[in-house]
Each structure stands twice: as C-alpha cells, then as structure tokens.
C-alpha cells in the first residue's frame, strides 16, 4: 500500500521560488507516474507535472520554463521545483501516484 507525504509549501512572495517534496512508502512502480496536481480555490484540481520512467517529463503550459519535476527511484521520491512563482500559483499542491493514490496536499501561498 503507497504512501504519499507531502512537505515544503508555505508562504512566498511574487517571483521567488519553493521546493515541494513528495516521500512515499511501500512499493512504487519506476514506470507508474508520479505527478504533481494543484487545485486553486474555487477551480478544478488540474495536473502541473508528471514524470515517469523512460517517457519524457510532462509539464503544463502554465509552468513550463519555471517548474522542474524531478524524480529519485531509489528513494521513491518525487520533488517540484517552483520558479518564479505567480500569484496564480497559489493553490494546495498534491503529490499523486499512478492517478491513483493522493497525499494530503500542501499550500502554496504566493503575495504580491
């Protein structure tokens, strides 16, 4: 049974940048995806990056050349790096395993 937790939101002003961490537990598959969603208030929970073994990083259009999905086998982790981040990147980001299993999300707050 996977486990996914989530670390590294907070509170950050306009054009600065975070690190979200994802750790899991139990066994997780090198060709599952791993992704990272996010859902603003009052919107949709949308797909910001996915990343799985041997097929090409996917980002959306709207963080493409800020965010870097990286993923480490080995340990079962899964980390977003967060550029120049927008007021419209505020939302709860969630770590997800093979559309599957979800963590419990962490904020992200982006001021002005």
């Known amino acids: 049974q996977v486990e996914l937790v989530e670390s590294g939101g907070g509170l950050v002003q306009a054009g600065g940048s975070l690190m979200l961490s994802c750790a899991s537990t139990?066994?997780?598959?090198?060709?599952?995806?791993m992704a990272w969603y996010r859902q603003a208030p009052g919107k949709q929970r949308e797909l910001v990056a996915s990343v799985r073994l041997r097929s090409p990083k996917y980002y959306a259009e709207a963080v493409k050349g800020r965010f870097t999905i990286s993923r480490d086998y080995a340990k079962g982790t899964v980390s977003l790096e967060m550029n120049s981040l927008e007021n419209e990147s505020t939302a709860v980001y969630y770590c997800?395993?093979?559309?599957?299993?979800w963590g419990q999300g962490t904020q992200v707050t982006v001021s002005s």
């Open positions: 139990g066994f997780v598959d090198y060709y599952s995806a």
């Open positions: 997800n395993y093979n559309n599957v299993k």
